[in-house]
């Protein structure tokens, strides 16, 4: 009950949760691993303007599995994310798209000129 209550001021708990565990899989990653993931994921928060949780803890939980991997594979970061890093970055986000905050306006807008279209006839 009070759990409920707590979830409806502050959000889901299981989220919260979530995403402790996935900083700790940053933290846990070997150096320059660890270095690029974490720069990473301030890029993607900032810059992927993901607005449902479900999504976004998808995405990183996506990117901590392919540092993790690379790292166990012992991939360099330069084969992970190539000579542009910023590219990389936006052809990851490219595949959350649904959680974006722009995705729902672009819709609300579509949607809203339908509306005017259909009151002029």
């Known amino acids: 009950m009070a759990a409920k209550w707590i979830e409806t001021?502050?959000?889901?708990?299981d989220d919260k949760k979530q995403y402790k565990q996935y900083k700790a899989r940053l933290e846990a990653l070997p150096g320059a691993h660890r270095t690029a993931a974490q720069a990473l994921d301030?890029?993607?928060?900032?810059?992927?303007?993901?607005?449902?949780?479900?999504?976004?803890?998808?995405?990183?939980?996506?990117?901590?599995?392919?540092?993790?991997?690379?790292?166990?594979?012992?991939?360099?970061?330069?084969?992970?994310?190539?000579?542009?890093?910023?590219?990389?970055?936006?052809e990851f986000l490219a595949n959350y798209v649904d959680g974006q905050w722009i995705t729902k306006e672009k819709q609300r807008l579509t949607d809203a000129i339908e509306r005017a279209e259909a009151d002029e006839s």
């Open 42 to 90: 301030r890029y993607v928060l900032y810059a992927g303007g993901i607005t449902k949780s479900d999504v976004m803890l998808t995405m990183l939980d996506d990117l901590a599995t392919l540092f993790e991997q690379a790292a166990a594979d012992g991939t360099p970061v330069r084969a992970i994310v190539g000579e542009d890093p910023v590219a990389f970055a936006e």
């Open 9 to 13: 001021i502050t959000g889901s708990l």
